[in-house]
């Protein structure tokens, strides 16, 4: 029983993790990569942002924002249904 109310407890806090700290947290490593993907002159003259961070940066965002889309279309998924016709998730 108490293993049981253990486990539960915890698929609480990873989905608050996830969903609630979890994205905005997300978002701002997305910031704190973007930040130190600055511009760096090349032999050229030309700036180019560092790559690794740039990539990480992206990915983060990209999570942050299929997470928002996501929410909403499951927030919206009946009256998708009802008006458009549309079954989101089906």
Same mark, same amino acid.
């Given at each position: 029983? %108490?293993?049981?109310?253990?486990? +539960?407890?915890? $698929?609480? !806090? !990873?989905?608050? !993790?996830?969903f609630?700290?979890?994205? &905005?947290?997300? #978002?701002?490593?997305? %910031? $704190?990569l973007? +930040?130190?993907?600055?511009?760096? &002159? /090349? &032999?050229?003259?030309? $700036?180019?942002? /560092?790559?690794?961070? *740039?990539?990480g940066?992206v990915?983060c #965002?990209a @999570?942050?924002l299929?997470?928002?889309?996501?929410?909403? *279309?499951? @927030?919206?998924?009946? +009256? *998708?249904?009802?008006?458009?016709?549309i +079954?989101? #998730?089906?």
């Amino acid at each position: 029983m %108490i293993a049981e109310m253990a486990r +539960s407890a915890l $698929a609480v !806090l !990873l989905a608050g !993790l996830c969903f609630g700290a979890g994205l &905005p947290a997300l #978002f701002t490593v997305g %910031i $704190a990569l973007w +930040s130190r993907a600055t511009p760096q &002159p /090349g &032999p050229d003259g030309t $700036a180019r942002r /560092g790559g690794a961070a *740039l990539v990480g940066a992206v990915l983060c #965002f990209a @999570i942050v924002l299929a997470a928002v889309v996501i929410g909403v *279309l499951w @927030i919206t998924r009946k +009256s *998708l249904d009802h008006y458009l016709g549309i +079954s989101v #998730f089906g």
